[in-house]
């Protein structure tokens, strides 16, 4: 499948927060947003999810416009992960991932033992099985951004969009979110990710974009668009680019 | 087109159901177990108690049953009715504007229906009018007030958060309604009519009779069955707007299902008893200690709950003292303590 975001603006009442946004995803693929806090990439993920109407342009998925598309719809084609984080009550593990099912069941249904083999079965897939029935208030930051991920997989979207899915993480954790979204892409999934590291999106990314002030900077491949100049000017401070032995390549501050 | 992995993972036999699952149905048919003892030991007890053979005389030759028959049929069975649907509504609806405004202080009076609901029984007393009127008066106060909330909601919410809106607009809303309440009793003649709306609004079951229940039945089924319906998708709500709107749901559409319902049950319910206060914040709290948070099950839980536990509350009211306590009084002198009980003894914040 393919994600089209073409020529996008979208806003709150009065401030246009992004404009001129244009990228492609497809299947299998990873892209990584990266940009400066409030450069607008929150509000970019709540245009292509349908959460804010975009003031120009469309995001079109396999060409199709899904600005008619009803939740339901939207929902069995993007999966959102959010950030980790604590609801007022302190549902289960399992009643968690299963939450995702309501864009499959009807108004006045409830999950059955299908939606529990596919809930379980995604938990499985997180390696977080054992924590089914843990309360979901009561396991670690990492544990709950990977329960976040499950609930995206038991959800059956092709696209997963995940908000900032390192961020708050230790770094073992951020390096096992990580390899899942690597595996996710391999599996078939198109995801769509924000990032604060660039690290990260040479890690994973197999395209990246930059965000400035509501403007796409650069889009492309990481190693072409992820340089000392496109980084140094989203962020507003000196940095190296270094390549390291094996190829890959790491962002480290200037200090000064 | 990628194909959707993970359905090959899969194992063909179905999963074990959960001890979690085995607990709450347990804890469920506990609840249904206490809710029918309360029905019954209600039913028997009282300033005149009524033994299982005169009921049985009562109810199969009404015509021949004489005081016992009066009592059994005219007094305490509607108001056993009136308990078990009031102590229902007010614990459903509390249960579901936690969920829905996502916090678990809420109570069904948070967006000014108890307010509105008061001052239309308040105006209606100091009028004079007859008890059918001011009920009529009370049930179309609390519904005015909620779509006063609501309406002035609305453009605001706009600009924000739409729930948090309601909320602090429902407080507002409340507080005029409170005002106007304490204007008409500045008004009333002291001597017959104040008194009245005093102990009108304290709440209580003294004065049901049948042909209010025959009014609350149906308005409260009409309240309970939606909010049954979709309680599985109240989970979701709790997630917050934006989240449950991005897993597929039309949160507009059901939050308005939400307090429409909330507002029958509890406009209702002011307009048969008056003010019954903490029924709706306490039982949900208990109800998710003992089945958990999860609203397939919890509101169930609260139903049967509420009812038993106001059950027990008015067999007190209407057997301890040769004069009645007022139905309100007792909850908040129990339900007040109680809620503390189960705060401190709360291990997971708030349950």
Request: glycine share 10%; aromatic share 6%; charged share 15%.
């Amino acid at each position: 499948m393919n994600l089209e975001v073409r020529n996008i603006a979208c806003g709150y009442a009065q401030r246009t927060v992004v404009r001129n946004i244009s990228f492609g995803l497809d299947s299998g693929e990873v892209f990584s947003l990266l940009g400066a806090n409030g450069s607008g990439k929150t509000t970019l993920f709540k245009a292509i999810l349908g959460l804010l109407r975009p003031s120009e342009g469309s995001v079109l998925v396999d060409g199709e416009d899904i600005a008619s598309w009803s939740r339901r719809q939207v929902a069995r084609t993007f999966a959102y992960v959010p950030q980790a984080h604590t609801p007022p009550f302190p549902f289960s593990v399992r009643d968690v991932v299963l939450m995702a099912r309501a864009a499959h069941l009807g108004i006045v249904e409830s999950p059955g033992r299908n939606d529990r083999m596919i809930a379980d079965a995604s938990l499985e897939t997180l390696g977080i099985a054992h924590l089914a029935d843990a309360h979901y208030t009561e396991i670690s930051g990492g544990e709950r951004q990977l329960v976040l991920i499950a609930r995206a997989l038991a959800q059956r979207s092709h696209f997963l969009m995940m908000d900032e899915p390192t961020s708050n993480l230790d770094f073992g954790n951020q390096v096992r979110v990580l390899r899942h979204i690597k595996e996710l892409a391999a599996r078939g999934f198109g995801l769509l990710t924000t990032t604060h590291v660039p690290d990260h999106a040479f890690l994973c990314a197999s395209r990246v974009a930059v965000l400035k002030d509501g403007r796409l900077l650069a889009s492309g491949a990481p190693d072409d668009v992820l340089t000392e100049g496109s980084l140094g000017a989203a962020y507003g401070v000196a940095l190296r680019i270094r390549l390291l032995e094996g190829g890959m390549r790491v962002c480290v501050p200037e200090m000064n | 087109m990628a194909a959707v992995p993970l359905q090959a993972k899969l194992s063909q036999t179905a999963p074990e159901r959960s001890w979690r699952t085995d607990r709450s149905s347990l804890a469920l048919a506990a609840l249904g177990a206490a809710f029918v003892a309360s029905l019954f030991g209600s039913l028997l007890f009282g300033r005149y108690p009524l033994s299982p053979s005169v009921w049985w005389h009562a109810l199969t030759n009404s015509a021949s049953a004489g005081v016992p028959g009066v009592v059994l049929l005219q007094v305490r069975l509607p108001r056993i009715f009136a308990d078990l649907l009031i102590g229902a509504g007010l614990s459903v609806s509390g249960a579901a504007y936690q969920g829905l405004f996502r916090n678990p202080m809420v109570s069904p009076d948070i967006l000014g229906v108890s307010a509105g609901a008061g001052l239309g029984a308040a105006a209606g007393i100091l009028f004079g009018l007859d008890i059918v009127a001011i009920q009529f008066l009370s049930f179309g106060g609390g519904l005015l007030a909620v779509l006063l909330t609501c309406a002035l909601a609305a453009p605001v919410s706009r600009r924000g958060d739409p729930v948090l809106t309601l909320v602090l607009v429902g407080i507002l809303v409340g507080a005029v309604f409170m005002s106007l309440i304490s204007l008409v009793k500045y008004v009333a003649d002291t001597n017959t009519k104040l008194p009245a709306i005093t102990f009108w609004l304290m709440g209580s079951m003294a004065a049901v009779n049948p042909r209010d229940v025959r009014l609350l039945a149906p308005i409260a089924i009409a309240g309970l069955v939606p909010l049954l319906l979709v309680r599985w998708r109240l989970n979701v709500l709790s997630f917050g707007e934006e989240e449950a709107r991005a897993l597929g749901i039309h949160t507009g559409r059901l939050r308005w299902t939400v307090i429409l319902a909330s507002t029958l049950l509890t406009a209702s319910s002011v307009a048969v008893a008056g003010m019954v206060g903490w029924v709706g914040l306490v039982i949900p709290h208990l109800a998710r200690m003992l089945v958990g948070p999860n609203y397939k099950v919890l509101l169930p839980a609260s139903l049967l709950l509420g009812s038993s536990y106001l059950l027990l509350v008015d067999d007190v009211a209407r057997s301890v003292s040769a004069t009645e306590i007022p139905l309100g009084i007792l909850t908040a002198l129990v339900g007040a303590p109680f809620f503390l009980y189960l705060m401190t003894r709360s291990k997971r914040g708030w349950v």
